[in-house]
């Protein structure tokens, strides 16, 4: 249910229904205008788009979900999270929505869910954005590591009892004190990332999702890169620790007529690193005309 008026600069908060569960969404702009549907990563909420949605919305309906797990939405410990499952689950969220296609926007884990999305439904998606996502790849040795290990915790009855008392909440606190320090990201917004977290239900359903999480490389969404014939723009902070750039020139290469947008001084986090440089990025890609009826076949 809408809680404000459209026309409004406060975003229109309501919640749908997605394989039985609460979907906690925020919506802006005209109504019937363009949809953007804008996916946030790991672990953060909808919150991560705050600098870019009031320009996304002076011309388009702007959503800005929570994904099912993450910030207000449910967080039920009896659904699935694997990625075909999460995949498919975007469909239903649109269905939800009552939106047939969508301008496609994927931080992190969302942009990994939005390619992955666009190769399975093409023609739902009309133009699509990764940014410093693992997308068809994967992280950095380092963050392999520690990720597969949750994820194996998460999997193994023998080693979950320890995993649920470990302060994941302080553990991401620190991987976020650059951001805040510089004051990029407001302490407050980081509680609300986090703070879940500290309490039983949230450690539960962490392990939940790492359960079903996989690391290694997703050679089949390799595969299908030069399919993807919606306009896609790749914007990509350089010095990502999680994320190699290469996963971006890759995609740029092998996605036709994508755009890379390469920010040299930005993180992981570009979003909230270099606010104008994505929100000029995105609206440009907004511009492009989508792709004709029958588009060449590439490769």
Do not use: K
Not at 62 to 80: I, K, M, N, T
Not at 121 to 127: G, K, S
């Amino acid at each position: 249910m809408n809680t404000q008026s459209p026309g409004t600069d406060r975003p229109r908060a309501r919640s749908v229904r997605v394989d039985g569960a609460r979907v906690a969404c925020w919506e802006s702009g005209p109504p019937d205008a363009e949809p953007v549907l804008l996916l946030h990563g790991y672990p953060a909420n909808h919150h991560c788009w705050r600098h870019q949605v009031p320009p996304l919305a002076a011309r388009h309906r702007v959503v800005a979900p929570d994904l099912l797990g993450w910030g207000e939405s449910d967080r039920p410990l009896h659904l699935p999270f694997d990625y075909d499952t999460e995949v498919a689950r975007i469909g239903r969220l649109l269905d939800a929505l009552e939106l047939d296609s969508v301008n496609l926007v994927g931080h992190d884990y969302g942009g990994f869910l939005a390619l992955g999305f666009t190769e399975a439904h093409p023609a739902r998606v009309r133009r699509l954005a990764v940014l410093n996502s693992r997308a068809h790849a994967t992280f950095t040795r380092r963050w392999y590591a520690v990720f597969s290990l949750i994820g194996l915790a998460g999997r193994t009855p023998a080693l979950r009892s320890a995993a649920l008392r470990l302060p994941y909440a302080a553990l991401h606190r620190r991987t976020f004190a650059p951001l805040v320090r510089a004051g990029r990201l407001d302490a407050r917004l980081l509680d609300g990332y986090v703070d879940w977290m500290d309490t039983p239900e949230g450690r539960r359903w962490l392990l939940h999702y790492f359960g079903d999480y996989r690391t290694p490389p997703r050679p089949e969404l390799r595969r299908r890169l030069g399919a993807v014939t919606c306009p896609t723009a790749v914007v990509w902070g350089r010095r990502d620790p999680y994320l190699s750039p290469d996963i971006a020139t890759g995609l740029a290469a092998a996605v036709p007529g994508a755009e890379l947008t390469m920010l040299d001084d930005a993180g992981h986090w570009v979003m909230d690193e270099r606010p104008a440089d994505v929100t000029a990025a995105l609206l440009g890609l907004l511009d492009r005309p989508e792709r004709p009826e029958e588009p060449a076949t590439h490769g």
